[in-house]
């Protein structure tokens, strides 16, 4: 079964340093997205990307947050200067169609800002 | 964006099926069924989704009532691995968003 991978599983940073997580999103899709978890609390929506833009954010994806998908096959979440706010689960998924909720995830990044 | 309501928590025993309910009673027309299940530091893995009557797959089936107002995830002969959380998302298609909201969901938990 196709998978979406993220790395690293665990990044430790120090509060004000930049950090980029990394998803490979499944080859033939087309939409991706990130989403985050803070302990304890729900899953939120972070920002969804198709055709090399943004085309939805919330209002969590500040000027602090960042996408690019550099070549064919990576997708990345860079936060400029991480707050300890930012201690979080972060989840890629991708999907291969826009009006389809069967969306993939990948396993996280469990990002812990000291 | 239909407001979904469903058990905090719930425990079952191995063997067991398992009938998570959900209610939304302000779904709109196009809106779909979705359901969800999240293992502890793990991301939502999909696992069915209708719009109305039966839906039945590999994993689970789905059943949603001619008023579509609430719909109900069956789990058969549950075990300890399918403890989790199980999210139930109503959206709509065609809209101007393709975005997942999840609510606090439905910890369920499997005991021997």
């Known amino acids: 079964e196709p998978e979406v991978t993220q790395t690293p599983s665990h990044q430790v940073t120090q509060m004000g340093q930049e950090v980029i997580l990394r998803c490979v999103p499944i080859?033939?899709?087309?939409?991706f997205y990130w989403y985050r978890q803070i302990l304890g609390q729900k899953v939120e929506f972070l920002v969804s990307f198709y055709n090399n833009e943004i085309s939805e954010k919330s209002e969590i994806f500040d000027d602090q947050f960042s996408v690019e998908r550099p070549d064919g096959s990576n997708f990345t979440l860079k936060i400029r200067s991480t707050k300890l706010e930012d201690s979080a689960m972060y989840f890629c998924?991708?999907?291969?169609?826009?009006?389809?909720?069967?969306?993939?995830f990948g396993s996280g990044t469990r990002l812990t800002v000291v | 964006l239909a407001k979904t309501t469903q058990p905090i928590s719930m425990d079952s025993y191995e063997g067991q099926e398992v009938n998570i309910t959900c209610s939304h009673n302000?779904?709109?027309?196009?809106?779909?069924i979705t359901w969800y299940q999240q293992f502890p530091s793990q991301g939502p893995r999909f696992i069915i989704q209708g719009y109305k009557t039966k839906v039945t797959n590999e994993v689970a089936s789905l059943f949603i009532p001619a008023d579509r107002k609430s719909s109900t995830l069956s789990l058969p002969r549950v075990s300890l691995s399918d403890t989790a959380v199980y999210y139930c998302?109503?959206?709509?298609?065609?809209?101007?968003?393709?975005?997942?909201?999840f609510g606090t969901g439905t910890l369920l938990a499997v005991q021997p």
């Open positions: 080859s033939n899709h087309l939409y």
């Open positions: 302000n779904i709109a027309t196009n809106d779909y």
């Open positions: 998302l109503v959206m709509g298609y065609g809209g101007a968003t393709n975005k997942l909201i």
């Open positions: 998924a991708s999907s291969e169609l826009a009006d389809n909720y069967g969306y993939t």
